[in-house]
């Protein structure tokens, strides 16, 4: 690990620094001895080098803003509404502060601690904070960006030991233990913001957006697979010193929100963003995370919805009466996958074939008329195989028929409408969602999560994959604002 740079705060120093390292960097030398193996170890050298720059540049900022009056004075306004009447001005405190580059800079700053009553032991204990780190979201002893690129690896690389890898490259060289904590903690605030617009909409109090005015609306439902880790009770091993535990596999349920243009092609820009989520606490808190974006969005403000996902019983008895609760446009279709109703329909064609050439042939014909809305036509031809069928072969094709004709009356085979109308008919967007946040990073061999941790990383690479991750970190740091109310 690399040694800390501590911080010049001399920016002409630091330039003639860097101007002395690059130039050198920048000689040509033995160059019939070059290969691609040297070029890319002076393009290494040079970052590092414009990374230090950087980072003594940004020491340099933080440094004058803390020793700037109006800076301290709006620190104290801007988290005012942190302070309990215990609170109080307590001198000034020594703090580091991490930068991008691994330069370190010490400030001098105010600090405020809160007395509360005693404790057991006759003691008074107090909590206190720098309100200029609170303010601007360095509590944490690291720059904004610094915390909000640890937290973005700490997600969306496969492992901490691969983040810890990636963030050397950037200059910040933190233990592996240090960039867990930070991503989980960077992500807990997540979550608790996301649980502070539910309690707003079960208070009334959520105002409902516009983003979603007049677009053809998709929302995709569906659940991944992961093992939880369930402490053991009991004593903790002698020998470990720790708990045993045994894993659970839990289905973590997940949805997109996205739009779709008159030609059916997803959009996504800044001002209609892709919003995915998901929860590993069962359906009924998905459901409340789910009003509450469709709410901030606008659902009812849409020109058409389509919502799609598989069989599972849950999604088609909530989330209907929830759209129609919210006041979904009247052009509100409803479908199951066409995946998940064609694997159905190819069990079916297994059991009731003896040949697989046959079972093949006819498994392809019923699936193009399916697109075409002859949905009615397949049913009928499964119960004439039925009636021929004896045995185990009849139990499963009976139940297939059973699981089509049930989506059939109630209209979620109506592929064609929606092929004519330029809607997806099937749920691709959830599945690679699914595969992206949940079986390339939570699901795997020997990973056991904690149940408030596999929370944590989900939210996190739903952010990042939706292409939202820049407007999560303003909501994070945006939270440590809190001005005095009147």
């Given amino acids: 690990m690399k040694k800390d740079i501590y911080a010049t705060l001399d920016l002409t120093k630091s330039l003639e620094d860097f101007k002395l390292e690059v130039t050198k960097l920048l000689e040509l030398t033995n160059v019939r001895e070059w290969d691609g193996q040297i070029v890319k170890e002076r393009e290494q050298k040079i970052r590092d080098a414009a990374l230090i720059l950087a980072g003594q540049s940004i020491a340099l900022l933080l440094y ?120 989980y903690k960077f992500g807990e605030i997540g979550i608790n913001l996301r649980q502070s617009k539910i309690l707003s909409r079960q208070l009334g109090n959520l105002a409902e957006g516009n983003i979603l005015k007049d677009q053809r609306v998709v929302i995709a439902i569906d659940g991944g697979r992961s093992r939880i880790r369930i402490n053991k009770k009991g004593r903790k091993n002698s020998k470990t010193k720790r708990h045993g ?47 509450v974006y469709l709410v901030d969005l606008g659902i009812s403000q849409a020109k058409q919805v389509l919502l799609i996902g598989d069989g599972a019983e849950w999604i088609w008895i909530h989330i209907p009466p929830l759209l129609t609760r919210l006041g979904c446009p009247v052009e509100t279709y409803q479908l ?89 008919i099937s749920s691709g967007a959830i599945e690679s969602l699914i595969r992206q946040v949940v079986n390339l990073r939570i699901k795997g061999n020997s990973k056991f999560w904690l149940k408030e941790n596999a929370e944590i990383m989900l939210h996190l690479r739903c952010q990042w994959i939706a292409g939202s991750w820049d407007n999560f970190c303003g909501s994070i740091f945006n939270s440590f604002i809190k001005p005095q109310t009147a």
């Fill in 64 to 183: 004058n803003l803390s020793q700037s009056q109006e800076a301290l004075d709006t620190a104290i306004t801007q988290t005012r509404g942190w302070w309990h009447p215990q609170t109080q001005r307590h001198g000034l405190r020594k703090r580091q502060i991490l930068t991008v580059g691994n330069v370190l800079v010490t400030l001098i700053l105010p600090y405020v601690v809160t007395i509360t009553e005693k404790n057991d032991k006759n003691k008074s204990e107090s909590q206190g904070f720098c309100p200029f780190l609170k303010w601007l979201g360095m509590s944490e002893g690291l720059t904004p960006l610094a915390w909000s690129t640890i937290a973005q690896y700490g997600a969306i690389t496969s492992s901490f030991e691969a983040a810890c890898t990636t963030l050397t490259g950037w200059g910040i060289n933190l233990s592996l233990k240090r960039i867990e904590r930070l991503t």
């Fill in 245 to 291: 535990f045994i894993g659970k596999w839990i289905e973590p349920k997940l949805f997109t929100i996205y739009v779709v243009d008159e030609q059916g092609k997803k959009i996504n820009t800044s001002e209609i963003p892709i919003t995915n989520d998901g929860t590993y606490e069962g359906y009924k808190a998905l459901l409340e995370i789910l009003e």
């Fill in 336 to 424: 199951f996958d066409f995946y998940h109703v064609t694997e159905n329909i190819k069990v079916f064609a297994d059991a009731a074939f003896n040949e697989e050439v046959q079972s093949k042939e006819w498994f392809i014909k019923v699936r193009k008329s399916l697109k075409k809305g002859k949905a009615k036509s397949l049913i009928t031809q499964m119960d004439e195989l039925i009636a021929v069928a004896t045995g185990e072969r009849c139990k499963i094709m009976v139940t297939k028929r059973n699981y089509i004709l049930d989506a059939y009356r109630k209209g979620r085979l109506n592929y064609d409408k929606a092929i004519n109308k330029k809607l997806p």
